[in-house]
């Protein structure tokens, strides 16, 4: 078993890029607090376990995390139960492929909403208790490919995921001092959930069978396959570690070859 490493919360944690992050924080020794809606919750209690084979303390806490009073709790859950917190992983997102002209208000406002609103919220609370641990930390964000470059037909997705990068630079600016980093991950094609979900939208509207559009996308990057959340986890792995300390501000692409920065 790893070393005692420190404390970790998830959001997003029940399934896909989440839940492979947390459970190889358990592996690196972090106690690791799953934070996800209470629709996951058979999947955030098989997190749980799989956490806890690895001889870690787990947490499951139910919560969104485009509500603060959510994710101030979370955090002040952790810190009384393990006495503090050094990583926060706001991975939560969702996503949502239309034509820009069919997007919605409500679709801008239940994006920004998750995927905007709720990074800031979690980089701001674990910010908030990092400076008063005053040990440093590690906050770490979802953004995406579509972070890095306009996709036509995920226009207000981009957006959340570009402004996590500027969430991340500016809290990097601000939390240096106190030795705490910030980064952000930029996944490309990662089969997951929320990748089905696309699927199933695009499938439906080419009459193509279902998975073909997924398998489409093998070809998008230089190495010819789709990513894995196995494909995502060293780098955020890496990025929780004391050797990670003078990486700040960055937006990492994991991406098999699509972005190049
Ligand atoms: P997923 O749909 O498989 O899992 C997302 C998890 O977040 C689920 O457990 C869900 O219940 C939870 N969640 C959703 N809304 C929430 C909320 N308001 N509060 C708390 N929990 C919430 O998604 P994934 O593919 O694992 O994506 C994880 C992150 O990575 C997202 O931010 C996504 O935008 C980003 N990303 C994914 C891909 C990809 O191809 N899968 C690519 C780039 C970036």
Redesign the pocket.
């Known amino acids: 078993m790893s070393q005692h490493k420190g404390s970790a919360v998830v959001?997003?944690?029940?399934?896909?890029?989440?839940r492979a992050i947390a459970i190889r924080l358990a592996q690196d020794g972090f106690d690791v607090a799953v934070?996800?809606?209470p629709?996951?919750e058979a999947?955030a209690q098989a997190v749980v376990g799989e956490i806890e084979k690895h001889g870690r303390k787990a947490l499951k806490l139910f919560?969104?995390?485009?509500i603060e009073e959510d994710v101030k709790a979370a955090v002040d859950r952790v810190v009384a139960s393990w006495g503090g917190l050094d990583v926060m992983i706001a991975?939560?997102?969702?996503?949502l492929n239309r034509p820009f002209h069919e997007m919605t208000v409500e679709d801008f406002d239940r994006l920004v909403s998750?995927?905007l609103k709720?990074v800031f919220i979690c980089y701001k609370h674990a910010a908030i208790q990092m400076m008063k641990q005053g040990r440093g930390g590690r906050i770490i964000g979802?953004?995406?490919?579509?972070g890095k470059k306009g996709m036509a037909g995920n226009s207000i997705y981009c957006a959340t995921?570009f402004g996590v990068r500027g969430l991340t630079q500016s809290a990097a600016m601000e939390y240096g001092k106190y030795g705490i980093t910030v980064n952000a991950y930029?996944?490309?094609?990662?089969?997951?959930?929320?990748?089905d979900k696309l699927d199933d939208y695009h499938t439906a509207q080419s009459n193509q069978p279902k998975g073909s559009w997924t398998k489409s996308l093998n070809s998008s990057n230089v190495l010819g396959r789709n990513?894995h959340?196995q494909d995502v986890v060293p780098l955020v792995s890496f990025l929780c570690t004391e050797e990670a300390g003078f990486i700040t501000g960055q937006t990492i692409l994991v991406d098999g070859g699509i972005c190049f920065d």
Do not use: F, R, Y
């Not at 959001?11 to 989440?18: F, N, P, Q, R």
């Not at 919560?63 to 485009?66: A, E, K, Q, R, T």
């Not at 991975?91 to 996503?95: E, K, P, Q, R």
């Not at 930029?186 to 990748?195: M, N, Q, Y």
């Open positions: 959001t997003g944690g029940a399934e896909g890029i989440g934070l996800d809606l629709s996951s999947k919560g969104d995390v485009s991975n939560a997102g969702i996503s998750v995927n709720g979802a953004s995406s490919i579509a995921k930029a996944p490309g094609v990662i089969e997951t959930g929320l990748l990513g959340p």
